[in-house]
């Protein structure tokens, strides 16, 4: 699950010292660890020969000079100013800058060592070929990407965070060359900082678009210099994404059911949420669907029971529940939804042994496999040979 491994930024007017990371002799295999430095530096040679465009991610830029980049991220955490970090090209000189970024941290890249401080980040750095850069994680229970699990199994990836707060000492001690927040604020990343340590935000949980989200990839791509391979991987995202909206585009939507009973209320997505949005791709409808607002509705129970007791889908997406009766048992109130209920889809068939979900792991990076689970529930004929990833079937019992 992700919210237990949200921390968070402060960004901080503190210029980190540019870390020597990522240098060394020569290439390895892996993709995104340590790499060969810059000898001979000419200042009219383009170090960056691939580079990355941003097509539908809203909170991310990179901008490219000929040595370093500029990575801006437009909300490092709610509410916060827009935070921009400079990338220089290992062996490269530190470029002497004004105006906004003069006193933007300055990181060499490609880094070889990161600490994530969301198990979102994984799937990216895997899929780039750069697993073996991560070196901490905030808390290991949760990780499901595989070859991140092997790197903790073998000692190689160390926890870093006590009870969700990241433990300052333990940071300083590990040495990463950059630390990857979640997009949410913590004291613990000020002194980080002062301390030395490069803390980068990744705000991609801000992101209403699930591909979007996905293309956050790049951000992950910069710090690792693998932008060819992050290209490749998001347009081959996006394109089973489109070929799937495409599919569900033909003919009627689905009337579906969102959400359930919480604190009270039925909490709902609304229709221009990040669920909302994946909703109207596959394919369905449901009576808030017209509400662009990006948020969870909080509605009356029985608005909901008037307006969608009659749908033909129900989507929960991670309740806590195993069957019907477990959700009868919570509140009574879910018997009034006996249509829905007759097929009703819980996003748990990926849930690991330590309580994470690769729903909201793999799911983030894969937005065009949680899309066709989606559209497979909602237009079964369409999608009638496929095998499913994140959800599974709710049983009455």
């Known amino acids: 699950m992700r919210l237990p491994l949200r921390h968070g930024l402060i960004v901080a007017a503190v210029v980190a010292p540019l870390l020597v990371a990522g240098c060394s002799s020569g290439p390895t295999e892996n993709a995104g660890s340590e790499r060969e430095c810059i000898s001979g530096f000419d200042p009219d040679t383009d170090y960056f020969p691939e580079k990355s465009t941003i097509e539908d991610a809203t909170g991310l830029s990179i901008e490219y000079h000929e040595s370093y980049q500029v990575v801006t991220v437009d909300q490092p955490a709610p509410g916060a100013e827009p935070a921009s970090y400079v990338l220089v090209r290992c062996g490269a000189p530190a470029p002497e800058l004004d105006g906004a970024l003069a006193d933007a941290p300055q990181i060499q890249v490609p880094v070889s060592s990161v600490y994530a401080g969301s198990t979102t980040h994984l799937p990216a750095l895997a899929a780039l070929g750069a697993a073996n850069t991560v070196t901490g994680v905030s808390t290991t229970d949760y990780v499901s990407t595989p070859q991140i699990r092997e790197l903790i199994d073998a000692g190689k990836v160390k926890q870093y965070a006590d009870a969700g707060v990241p433990n300052v000492e333990t940071v300083i001690a590990g040495q990463p060359d950059v630390l990857v927040t979640d997009g949410m604020d913590s004291p613990a990343y000020g002194k980080l900082e002062q301390a030395g340590v490069p803390v980068i935000a990744d705000a991609d949980w801000l992101e209403a678009s699930p591909l979007g989200r ?184």
Do not use: C
């Open 214 to 397: 996905a293309e956050w990839i790049k951000f992950f791509a910069a710090l690792t210099g693998t932008e060819k391979q992050a290209s490749q991987v998001y347009d081959g995202v996006k394109k089973r994404y489109q070929d799937v909206v495409a599919k569900t585009s033909q003919g009627p939507a689905t009337d579906a059911l969102l959400g359930g009973i919480e604190n009270g209320a039925w909490t709902m997505p609304a229709g221009g949420s990040y669920f909302g949005r994946l909703v109207h791709d596959a394919g369905g409808a449901y009576p808030w669907s017209k509400d662009m607002s990006t948020g969870s509705l909080r509605l009356s129970i029985e608005t909901v029971i008037d307006r969608a007791r009659d749908a033909d889908a129900w989507l929960l997406s991670d309740m806590t529940v195993d069957s019907i009766a477990a959700l009868r048992k919570q509140d009574p109130r879910y018997a009034v939804f006996a249509r829905p209920a007759g097929n009703a889809w819980n996003a748990t068939k990926a849930m690991s042994a330590g309580g994470g979900n690769d729903y909201w792991e793999r799911g983030v990076l894969r937005p065009d496999q949680v899309l066709t689970d989606l559209a497979a529930i909602l237009h079964p004929d369409r999608f009638a040979d496929h095998r499913f990833e994140f959800y599974q079937r709710l049983p009455a019992r």
